[in-house]
């Protein structure tokens, strides 16, 4: 069909032995039949053609368009111009369909284990007499390092290595992020991810940990509903203060302070329940203890989950 100028098909006109409109191009217009200039020459000029670049995120198992996954190039964006690394996987723990960014690059996990920890000691020892262990609730609600250290002690690794062997996270892909954080973290590889009471994990390994602690969290278990009720509040977790406005969140987040290349991270994750369906979420960066950082992450990936559920 010919474009129409004026109620007038430009091919029509141009077909026409005495056209009412005649193409002049030398001068590129739209001119009467006496010269006179009928349209502006910009109204010819054709735009450049805007494509929409492809998004840096990895989306499985679900759609998602390049406008829905940009507030989450914009987060990547803006941490990755501060000079700190970023990675995340969200996973639906209903479909399977997974969001994620360098899901396979290890950063350091800080206090973000000990929310794994806690639950494959209380699922594997300690049952429905785990609110006596007062230990658990200074770990889970106040990330207490000392409480940790003596909780640990006391239940040694072999429940974690229970809670990682179910997960499936020891056979996963692991490379630091960094080639500093992959020096650092090739010692503790000498071991596995439940021999050490810190480590070096990606956000695919953490998130696998979080959906066998939330298989067990949503349990009738011995244990399970008292637990999940304490990893609902934690005092620090940008999981928790964003995800709470769109329902349930069990969470343990991370951090080391200090601008350190091989240790500086800010983590957070656990698991979001929301009317759109329960998400394991792992959001892991290089930035020291800045929980804008992950909440900046955590948000627009809440927000794509529930317009990927629509």
């Avoid at 990755?80 to 899901?103: C, K, P, R």
């Amino acid at each position: 069909m010919g474009a129409f100028v004026g109620g007038t098909s430009v091919v029509a006109a141009l077909a026409s032995p005495t056209p009412a409109l005649a193409l002049d191009l030398t001068t590129l217009q739209l001119a009467t039949q006496d010269g006179s200039p009928s349209f502006a020459q910009g109204l010819l000029t054709c735009a450049p053609l805007v494509r929409e670049q492809p998004s840096c995120v990895d989306v499985s198992g679900a759609p998602a368009n390049a406008s829905q996954l940009r507030p989450l190039d914009e987060a990547i964006g803006a941490i990755e111009g501060q000079g700190h690394q970023v990675g995340f996987v969200m996973v639906d723990l209903g479909s399977g369909a997974t969001v994620s960014y360098h899901a396979d690059d290890a950063f350091y996990s800080a206090s973000s284990i000990k929310g794994p920890y806690v639950v494959s000691v209380v699922q594997n020892v300690l049952g429905d007499g785990a609110p006596a262990d007062g230990r658990i609730d200074a770990i889970l609600r106040y990330s207490d390092n000392d409480a940790y250290a003596s909780f640990r002690s006391s239940y040694t690794d072999a429940p974690m290595h229970a809670l990682v062997d179910a997960s499936g996270a020891e056979q996963m892909a692991n490379s630091g992020i960094t080639e500093v954080v992959e020096a650092s973290a090739a010692p503790a590889r000498e071991g596995g991810i439940a021999d050490n009471f810190y480590e070096f994990v990606t956000p695919r390994q953490l998130a696998a940990l979080w959906q066998q602690c939330h298989a067990y969290l949503a349990s009738d278990e011995p244990g399970a509903a008292w637990l999940a009720d304490e990893l609902t509040h934690p005092e620090v977790s940008s999981l928790r203060h964003v995800g709470c406005a769109w329902g349930t969140t069990w969470s343990k987040a991370g951090w080391y302070p200090d601008d350190d290349a091989a240790f500086s991270t800010t983590v957070d994750a656990g698991v979001a329940r929301m009317a759109t369906g329960d998400v394991a979420i792992a959001v892991m960066t290089t930035a020291p203890e800045d929980f804008s950082v992950t909440a900046s992450v955590i948000a627009p990936l809440l927000v794509l989950h529930a317009e990927m559920a629509e």
